[in-house]
C-alpha cells in the first residue's frame, strides 16, 4: 500500500522506478545476446582444437602402427599399449580421454585390442556417434556426457575415427574433450555479467535518482509553496539559485505570487475600505436620527393637539424613523459580519425559554396563531443569546410576514450533539428554486407584491450569518402557496460540528408529494 | 429637583435631550466636552451622568473612570455602537448602564427613573448574605462592620439576590428586577456587573461563595462554607 501510494504521489520514484525496470529489459537482452555469443565463440575454439588434435594424435598413432606391423603381434600389443598408456599419461593435462573400441564383427578376432583410458566407461561414447563412424569410415564429432566408471561426470565433445590395426582389423577410435575448463570460463564470463548487470542497474537506478531529484526538489519546493499561497500565506516565495529552467520557473513564481499578492491586497482595501465607509455611515447617522427620533417623538406626543393632517404626518414620521432605525441597524450587522467583525459572547442558553419569551415578544395578541411544540425540560446550547434570539426574530417575523392568517408551527427537537427549531408556516411560500436567494439581502420574491409589514430585507441574511457564525446551519424550505420550512440547527456544544439534523427541513407530510423528475414532466 | 449632567458632544442632540429630560420634570446640565466634566461635577453634583462615549478631550469611558474614582452616582453610557467591545469597556468602567442610539425618549426617562429610584424597605434590618450585612435604610454593606462601598446599582443588584436566598435568578430576571428591562436579552449587562460586585464582596472573587453562577440558567444567592459549584 505504502509503495504504490509512493509510486503514484512521488515522481522521483516514479522514474528512478521507471528506468530501473527498462535498463533491467535492456541489460538482460545485451547481457544474453553477449554471453550467447561469447559461449559459442568458446565452445567452437575448442571444437576446432579438437578436432584438429584428434586428427594428429591418430596420425601419430597409425604412423607407430604402421612401424610394427611386420612384427609379431606381441609388437602390436605393445604399440597399442603404449599409445593408450601415452593418452593416460597425457589426459590429465590435456583434457583428453582416449577410447579404442571394437568393430563389431562376425569374424573371429585374434587378440581384443579394446581400451580406453584412465577409468573411462566405454559406455562414453554414445551410439549414435558410433553407427556414423563406421558409416561414414571418416572423423565425426558429437557433444556427449563423458562418464567415468567412478561415477563422475562431464560435458564433452566425443571424436571418433576408424582406425586399422595390423594383424587384428578394424577399431573404432575416440577422442574424448572434457569441456569443464570451457564450463569454467563460461560460469566465470556468466558470473561477471550477472555482477556487472546489477552494478549497472543500480548505478542507472542511483543516478536517475539524483538526477530527477535535482529537478524534482524545485518543483515540489514551487509545489509546497503555492499550497500555502493557495492557504493564504501570501509572503511566500521560492528561493532563486542560478540561472538554470528551474531558476526561471521560480523567479516568474515569485513574480507571480507578488502580482497576486498586490491584486489581492488591492481587493482586501479596497473592501475594508467599503466595508469602514458602510460601519462609519451607520455610526454617524445614528447620533442626528436620534435627535431626530427624540423630536419627532416630542411632535408625536403631542399630536393630540393638531389638526388632522399634522398628526397623522407626526405618526407617518415616527413609523418610519422606526423603519428607518431598523434598517440602519441591520447595515450596521450586516458590515459588521462583511469586516468578519462580528464577535461571539458564547454561554449556556436555554433555547426553549429564549423561543417562547421571543414568540411573546413579537406575538403578544390573544389570537395566537403560532404554536410552539418543544420539550418541557430546558435544552441548553453554548451560543450566543443575543444571537440565537435575533435569529429566531427574524424566522418569526419572517413567517408572520408570510403566513397569510393560518397557524405557524415551531418545533424544537434535540439529538445527541445538535438543536433544531422549525418555523413553518402555510402561508404564501415561495418557489422551488428561490430556496436559495432567499437569504439573499434585499431580495423579494416578487418584487411588484406590496409589503406587509416593516421588514428591512436583511433579517434572513443576518438570521444565516449568526447562524453560521455559530457553525450551525439555516436551511429553507417552501413551495407556493403550501407555505414554508425555516430549519435553524446549532451545535450543542459550541465549535464543535454536528453530525445530526434532528429536524428535516423538507416538512414530513410533504415528503410524500415528493416525484420523481420524470413523472413531474408529465404533470 | 433632580439634576441630570448630559454629556455629549454633539450640540443639538445635547439640546434635545435637554427638551425631553426637562419634560420629564428633570434639571439638566449639559456638557460637550469631555475634559470639562470635572469642573462642573464638583460644581454642581449631579444625581445622574449621561455620558457619551465619543468625546473630544477625554473619551466617555475615561471620563466614567474618572467619575467612579469619587464617587457612585449612577452613570448611563450613550453609545452609537452596539459593540460588545465597547459596551464592556464603559461597564467595566463603571458604567451601570447604557443605551444604544437612536434610542426612545420614553425608555431613557423610564431607565433614568430606574437608576434614580430608592428601594423601599420593607425589612429594614436583619438582610445578610453569607457574612455581609445589608444596612437598606442607609443603602450600605459592611463586613464585620466595615463598610463596603457600592454603586447604587450593585447595591440593587445585591439586595435583589439576597432578598430571595433559595431563588434562582435568571439573567433577564435580574435585567426587569434591576435595570427595569422588558424584553431585553444582552446579558453582557448582568455579567459585567456580577463579576464587579463579586470583585467587591467575594472574599476570592475566582472562587466566588456569595453570588453563584447557576450553569445554563443565571445567578443566586449562595451560602459560604457549601461548595455548590
Given at each position: 500500500?505504502?509503495?504504490?501510494q ?12 521507471n528506468s ?5 529489459g ?6 544474453s545476446?553477449?554471453f550467447s ?6 565452445f ?9 588434435d584428434?586428427q594428429?594424435s ?9 612401424i610394427t ?7 602390436v600389443?605393445?604399440s ?6 601415452v ?10 580421454e582416449i577410447?579404442?573400441?571394437?568393430f563389431?564383427?562376425?569374424?573371429p578376432?585374434?587378440?581384443n ?13 554414445p551410439?549414435?556417434l ?10 565425426q ?9 567412478g ?20 577399431y ?16 566465470l ?5 550477472w ?6 542497474i543500480?548505478?542507472i537506478?542511483?543516478i536517475t535518482?539524483?538526477v ?9 519546493e ?6 500555502k ?10 528561493e532563486v ?12 513564481f515569485?513574480e507571480?505570487?507578488v502580482?497576486m499578492?498586490q491584486?489581492i ?26 435627535t431626530i ?8 406626543s ?15 414620521l415616527?413609523?418610519?424613523i ?10 450596521l450587522?450586516?458590515s459588521?459580519?462583511d469586516?468578519?467583525?462580528?464577535v461571539?459572547?458564547v ?42 434570539e435575533?435569529?429566531?426574530r427574524?424566522l ?8 397569510e392568517?393560518k ?7 434535540e ?16 418557489q422551488e428554486?428561490d430556496s ?13 407584491r406590496a409589503r ?8 434572513l441574511?443576518?438570521?444565516?450569518e ?12 417552501g ?6 420550512n425555516f ?9 464543535i460540528?454536528?453530525?445530526t ?9 410533504e ?13 | ?33 469631555g475634559d ?12 445622574l ?25 449612577p ?8 459593540d460588545t467591545?465597547d459596551v464592556?469597556?464603559?461597564l ?10 437612536p ?8 431607565r ?6 430608592r ?14 450585612a445589608?444596612d437598606?435604610?442607609?443603602h ?16 440593587d443588584?445585591?439586595?435583589?439576590l ?5 431563588r ?34 467575594e472574599?476570592d472573587?475566582?472562587n ?12 443566586k ?5 457549601t461548595?455548590?459549584?
Amino acid at each position: 500500500m505504502g509503495a504504490v501510494q509512493r509510486w503514484r504521489s512521488s515522481l522521483v520514484w516514479r522514474v528512478t522506478g521507471n528506468s530501473v525496470l527498462l535498463s533491467l529489459g535492456i541489460i538482460w537482452l545485451v547481457g544474453s545476446a553477449l554471453f550467447s555469443q561469447i559461449s559459442s565463440g568458446i565452445f567452437n575454439e575448442k571444437l576446432t582444437n579438437s578436432l584438429s588434435d584428434s586428427q594428429s594424435s591418430l596420425r601419430s598413432i597409425e604412423v607407430q602402427l604402421d612401424i610394427t606391423q611386420f612384427q609379431n603381434d606381441a609388437a602390436v600389443k605393445k604399440s597399442v599399449d603404449q599409445i593408450m598408456t601415452v593418452a593416460s599419461i597425457s589426459s590429465n593435462t590435456a583434457g583428453r580421454e582416449i577410447a579404442l573400441l571394437h568393430f563389431p564383427t562376425k569374424l573371429p578376432i585374434a587378440t581384443n585390442y579394446q581400451r580406453t583410458s584412465n577409468l573411462l566407461s566405454p559406455n562414453s561414447v554414445p551410439n549414435s556417434l558410433r553407427q556414423l563412424v563406421r558409416k561414414k569410415g571418416e572423423q565425426q564429432w558429437q557433444r556427449s556426457d563423458i562418464h567415468y566408471l567412478g561415477g563422475k561426470v562431464e560435458q564433452g565433445i566425443v571424436v571418433g575415427s576408424l582406425l586399422k590395426i595390423p594383424r587384428s582389423g578394424t577399431y573404432e577410435v575416440y577422442f574424448l574433450y572434457s569441456l569443464t575448463s570451457v564450463d569454467k570460463t563460461l560460469t566465470l564470463i556468466r558470473n561477471s555479467l550477472w555482477f556487472t548487470g546489477f552494478a549497472l542497474i543500480f548505478l542507472i537506478g542511483l543516478i536517475t535518482w539524483l538526477v530527477i531529484r535535482q529537478v524534482v526538489i524545485p518543483v515540489r519546493e514551487a509545489a509546497d509553496i503555492a499550497e500555502k499561497l493557495s492557504a493564504g500565506d501570501l509572503g511566500r516565495r521560492m528561493e532563486v539559485h542560478g540561472e538554470n529552467e528551474i531558476a526561471r520557473l521560480a523567479i516568474s513564481f515569485n513574480e507571480m505570487a507578488v502580482s497576486m499578492q498586490q491584486q489581492i491586497s488591492r481587493l482586501e482595501n479596497l473592501s475594508r475600505l467599503q466595508q469602514r465607509f458602510v460601519s462609519d455611515v451607520s455610526h454617524e447617522l445614528r447620533t442626528p436620527l436620534t435627535t431626530i427620533r427624540m423630536a419627532s417623538e416630542v411632535i408625536y406626543s403631542s399630536r393630540k393637539t393638531f389638526s388632522g393632517n399634522i398628526s397623522r404626518s407626526a405618526e407617518l414620521l415616527l413609523a418610519q424613523i422606526d423603519r428607518f432605525d431598523s434598517l440602519l441597524a441591520d447595515l450596521l450587522e450586516v458590515s459588521r459580519f462583511d469586516a468578519e467583525a462580528a464577535v461571539m459572547v458564547v454561554e449556556p442558553v436555554d433555547v426553549v425559554t429564549l423561543l417562547r419569551r421571543t414568540v411573546d415578544y413579537l406575538h403578544p395578541s390573544k389570537e395566537r396563531i403560532i404554536k410552539v411544540i418543544a420539550p418541557k425540560e430546558p435544552v441548553i446550547v453554548e451560543a450566543d443569546s443575543r444571537r440565537v434570539e435575533r435569529i429566531f426574530r427574524n424566522l418569526i417575523t419572517n413567517a408572520l410576514d408570510h403566513c397569510e392568517g393560518k397557524p405557524i408551527e415551531i418545533t424544537v427537537v434535540e439529538s445527541e450533539d445538535a438543536v433544531a427549531v422549525g418555523v413553518r408556516d402555510y402561508g404564501v411560500g415561495f418557489q422551488e428554486r428561490d430556496s436559495v436567494r432567499l437569504f439573499d439581502r434585499f431580495w423579494r420574491a416578487d418584487p411588484s407584491r406590496a409589503r406587509i409589514r416593516g421588514g428591512t430585507g436583511l433579517g434572513l441574511s443576518i438570521a444565516l450569518e449568526d447562524a453560521k457564525l455559530h457553525q450551525g446551519t439555516l436551511e429553507a424550505w417552501g413551495r407556493l402557496r403550501r407555505g414554508a420550512n425555516f430549519v435553524l440547527t446549532l451545535p450543542k456544544v459550541s465549535g464543535i460540528e454536528f453530525s445530526t439534523h434532528p429536524i428535516s427541513v423538507i416538512p414530513e407530510a410533504e415528503l410524500s408529494t415528493i416525484v420523481a423528475p420524470e413523472d413531474r414532466e408529465e404533470i | 429637583m433632580t439634576l441630570i449632567m448630559v454629556v455629549d458632544d454633539d450640540q443639538d442632540l445635547a439640546e434635545m435631550l435637554g427638551i425631553v429630560l426637562t419634560g420629564a420634570g428633570f434639571e439638566v446640565d449639559l456638557v460637550n466636552r469631555g475634559d470639562e466634566v470635572m469642573d462642573l461635577f464638583h460644581a454642581q453634583p449631579p444625581d445622574l451622568v449621561l455620558l457619551d462615549v465619543m468625546l473630544p478631550g477625554l473619551t466617555g469611558i475615561e471620563v466614567c473612570r474618572e467619575i467612579r474614582v469619587e464617587s457612585m452616582v449612577p452613570i448611563v453610557m450613550l453609545t452609537a455602537k452596539g459593540d460588545t467591545h465597547d459596551v464592556v469597556l464603559g461597564l467595566e468602567a463603571g458604567a451601570d448602564d447604557y443605551m444604544v442610539k437612536p434610542f426612545i425618549p420614553s425608555e431613557l426617562v423610564a431607565r433614568i427613573k430606574t437608576r434614580l429610584r430608592r428601594i423601599t424597605a420593607q425589612n429594614a434590618s436583619g438582610l445578610k448574605i453569607g457574612d455581609i450585612a445589608i444596612d437598606q435604610l442607609a443603602h450600605s454593606i459592611n463586613r464585620d462592620g466595615k463598610v463596603i462601598p457600592l454603586t447604587r446599582l450593585e447595591f440593587d443588584l445585591l439586595v435583589a439576590l439576597a432578598k430571595e436566598p433559595g431563588r434562582v435568578f435568571t439573567r433577564e430576571a435580574l435585567l426587569s428586577e434591576v435595570w427595569g428591562y422588558r424584553h431585553a436579552t444582552d446579558t453582557r449587562l448582568v455579567n459585567v456587573h456580577v463579576q464587579r460586585l463579586r470583585s467587591k464582596v467575594e472574599q476570592d472573587p475566582e472562587n466566588p461563595e456569595l453570588i453563584v453562577t447557576v450553569r445554563g440558567v443565571g445567578y443566586k444567592a449562595g451560602v459560604p462554607g457549601t461548595s455548590e459549584q
